[in-house]
C-alpha cells in the first residue's frame, strides 16, 4: 500500500480556483461601495487641480476648470475667451462646489475655478456625494490645496 505524502495537481487547481472566486467576488463587491469611490475621486480630482495648477504656473496662461454633473474639464483663457483645455474627467458622484472667499466673475458661467500664473487660485471646497451622503471632499484656501473637509 502506497502511503499518500502531498497534494494532488487536481486538487491543488481545485483549490486555486474556489480562491480565485472568492477574491473575484469580494473585488466586485467592494468597487460598488459609495465611500471608497469617493475617496477615490477626490483624490484623482486633488491630482487633477495640481496638474492644472502646475501647468498655469509653468506657461504663464490663466486656466479654468469647469465643473458640472457630468464631471470635470481645463478649460483655458484665450484672447477669444475660455475654451475646452482637456477632455471631460466624467464623476459617478454627485459634485457640489462652494467658494469659500472670493468669485470670478466669468459672465459665461464656463468656469468655477480659476488658475493664474502665480500659484493663486479660486479658494473652494468641492463637495463628493451620493444618494445626499457627503462622503469627500477637497478643500482650498486660495494657495494650499488639501483632500478632507
Known sequence: MRRSRGFTLLELLLV???LGVVIGMAGFVSMH????????????????????????????QTLGIQINQDGYRM?????????????????????RLKHTDWSPVVSDGLVQLVLVGDEEHTPF???????????????????NVQFGC
Open 125 to 143: 471646497i468641492l463637495y463628493f456625494s451620493h444618494a445626499g451622503e457627503l462622503l469627500a471632499c477637497v478643500t482650498s484656501d486660495g494657495i
Open 75 to 95: 478649460m483655458r483663457l484665450t484672447h477669444l475667451g475660455w475654451g475646452a483645455g482637456g477632455d471631460l474627467q466624467p464623476s459617478e458622484l454627485d459634485l
Open 33 to 60: 461601495n459609495p465611500q471608497r469611490l469617493a475617496v477615490q475621486e477626490a483624490q484623482l480630482f486633488l491630482r487633477f487641480f495640481e496638474h492644472a495648477r502646475a501647468h498655469a504656473l509653468i506657461s504663464g
Open 16 to 18: 486555486m480556483a474556489v
